[in-house]
Every structure is written in structure tokens, then in C-alpha cells.
């Protein structure tokens, strides 16, 4: 469903795990500073709503989307303890076809660097045609996809736990 059909920032709080013992990493691109901070905002906000201890979430600011996966694993190395490091930015697609490059270059890293560390790195970036609709997904008509990414994280943390430890939970049907 697009982000058009549904408000990124509505979920069921139920479905997500309490994160008081994951470790979290954030990267922040500064490229569209007003969006991808308010993504971070969304983000950071998401993970204490959810227990998530400030002490165990690290930050680090890059300078735009493209650098994301390259500090994602500088992070990730840097504490191979992190159980999900989440990557926020926005390229919006402007007169040349450069968000493309970009998109597809940071999304396939970062599923790279996810399956080589059995870790979660979250593709939390806004791809919108105008800054018109960057702002709608970054705290806008259409919500926060910062939150979105969040919840994705703990999800995502939580499932490697389990599997870890063995437990088993069934599916919802």
C-alpha cells in the first residue's frame, strides 16, 4: 500500500515487541536537514515509546543518503552488539535521474550489509518526486516514515532474539 492510502506514523502498538533490551543504531543524512531530522525525531521517539533505553541507541550524522550504508557499518563495527541500526534520509528526484543511482545503490547495500551480519539495517529514506510530499511523509498529511522505521527495527531485533533463543511464536492466522 502507498504511503498515499495510509498514514505511516498509525500502527498497533500491540504488535511490537518491547525493545528494553536491543540495542539500536541510528545514521542520519544531513542532505534535507528539515526532513531527515524530523524523521530522526519520529524515529528516536518511536523506540522510547517502546522501551528502548536512550544509553543503548547510538547516533551518527552523515552528509547525505549515499553515505549511509558506508556509516551504517562503521557503526554496526564499531559495537557488533547493535541489533538493528536504522538509515534516514531523503533524496527527492529533482530534473535529473541521480535519485535513482542513489536510491538503488543505498537500498541494495544495505540489504548487503543485513544478510551478511544477520542484523536489520532499515531502509528509513523518502524517495518523493517533489518536497511537497518528502514533507507529507515526515511528520505530514501522511505521517512520519521515521516511525515506520522504527517499528520496523524492533520488529525485526525481536524476530532475531527469538530465533536465537529458540522460541517459537505462532503466526497470526
Request: charged letters at 20%; a negative charge; glycine letters at 6%.
Amino acid at each position: 500500500m502507498s504511503s498515499a492510502d495510509k498514514n505511516l506514523s498509525l500502527y498497533d502498538e500491540n504488535a511490537i515487541p518491547d525493545a528494553s533490551e536491543l540495542r539500536f543504531g541510528i545514521v542520519v543524512a544531513d542532505w534535507n536537514a528539515e526532513i531527515t531530522h524530523a524523521l530522526y525525531q519520529g524515529c528516536y521517539d518511536t523506540l522510547i515509546k517502546h522501551q528502548a533505553v536512550p544509553e543503548r541507541i547510538k547516533t551518527v550524522q552523515v552528509a547525505g543518503t549515499f553515505e549511509l550504508p558506508a556509516a551504517a557499518s562503521m557503526l554496526y563495527k564499531s559495537d557488533t552488539n547493535i541489533d538493528a541500526v536504522i538509515c534516514l534520509g531523503c533524496v527527492v528526484k529533482g530534473e535529473t535521474s541521480h535519485n535513482e543511482y542513489i536510491n538503488q545503490s543505498v537500498a541494495q547495500a544495505l540489504q548487503n550489509l543485513a544478510i551478511s551480519t544477520q542484523r536489520a539495517f532499515v531502509f528509513g529514506v523518502l524517495t518523493p518526486n517533489n518536497q511537497a510530499q518528502a514533507i507529507a511523509r515526515a511528520g505530514g498529511e501522511h505521517g512520519n516514515k521515521g516511525v515506520e522505521a522504527a517499528q520496523t527495527a524492533i520488529r525485526m531485533a525481536a524476530l532475531r532474539q527469538d530465533l536465537l533463543n529458540g522460541n517459537k511464536k505462532k503466526i497470526g492466522f
